[in-house]
T-cell receptor, first 114, second 108 residues
Framework: GAVVSQHPSRVICKSGTSVKIECRSLDFQATTMFWYRQFPKKSLMLMATSNEGSKATYEQGVEKDKFLINHASLTLSTLTVTSAHPEDSSFYIC??????????FGDGTRLSIL | DAKTTQPTSMDCAEGRAANLPCNHSTISGNEYVYWYRQIHSQGPQYIIHGLKNNETNEMASLIITEDRKSSTLILPHATLRDTAVYYCIVHNDYKLSFGAGTTVTVRA
């Protein structure tokens, strides 16, 4: 079946650092990918829709200058958390899929900012 | 997308069938019912989806009522590895909106 790969699986870094997370669709071309954030014991919250070749669409309340999304190819989207602070610590998850097909999710990136 | 309502939690006995209900009374005609699950510290996993007819695959069965206002996910023989949060989502486009889901605990 379709596979979505996310890297890295875990990041621990100092406050003020920028962190890049990659999301790859391994066996299909994804014109659209999605980025979610999940806090402990909470459900997934959609942050943004990543569109290949165009600007990402952010959900209300998500700062686009804080969470930079680049979708430069049909198989890769990246999320960069800029100048990360402890409150940005969370579980970040991406998904991809074709329209009218189930979304497939990466295994997530656990980000810890010290 | 239509809102869904699921029980907060449920326990199941290993080896028995697990029946997970979901209410979606405001579902519209072109919206599908999707089920995903999330095992602790992993990304969600697709289970099954349907529009009107009942569906079955290697993981589960999905029973949708005739009026489409509710559905039931059936795990035929629950195992300890089926312990997870199960999400019922109704949508007809790309974006998925996750509710709180049902925390299913399978006990030996």
């Amino acid at each position: 079946g379709a596979v979505v790969s996310q890297h890295p699986s875990r990041v621990i870094c100092k406050s003020g650092t920028s962190v890049k997370i990659e999301c790859r669709s391994l066996d299909f071309q994804a014109t659209t990918m999605f980025w979610y954030r999940q806090f402990p014991k909470k459900s997934l919250m959609l942050m943004a829709t990543s569109n290949e070749g165009s600007k990402a669409t952010y959900e209300q309340g998500v700062e686009k200058d804080k969470f930079l999304i680049n979708h430069a190819s049909l198989t890769l989207s990246t999320l960069t958390v800029t100048s990360a602070h402890p409150e940005d610590s969370s579980f970040y998850i991406c998904s991809a899929g074709r329209r009218d097909q189930p979304q497939h999710f990466g295994d997530g990136t656990r980000l810890s900012i010290l | 997308d239509a809102k869904t309502t699921q029980p907060t939690s449920m326990d199941c006995a290993e080896g028995r069938a697990a029946n997970l209900p979901c209410n979606h009374s405001t579902i519209s005609g072109n919206e599908y019912v999707y089920w995903y699950r999330q095992i602790h510290s992993q990304g969600p996993q697709y289970i099954i989806h349907g529009l009107k007819n009942n569906e079955t695959n290697e993981m589960a069965s999905l029973i949708i009522t005739e009026d489409r206002k509710s559905s039931t996910l059936i795990l035929p023989h629950a195992t300890l590895r089926d312990t997870a949060v199960y999400y019922c989502i109704v949508h007809n486009d790309y974006k998925l909106s996750f509710g709180a889901g049902t925390t299913v605990t399978v006990r030996a």
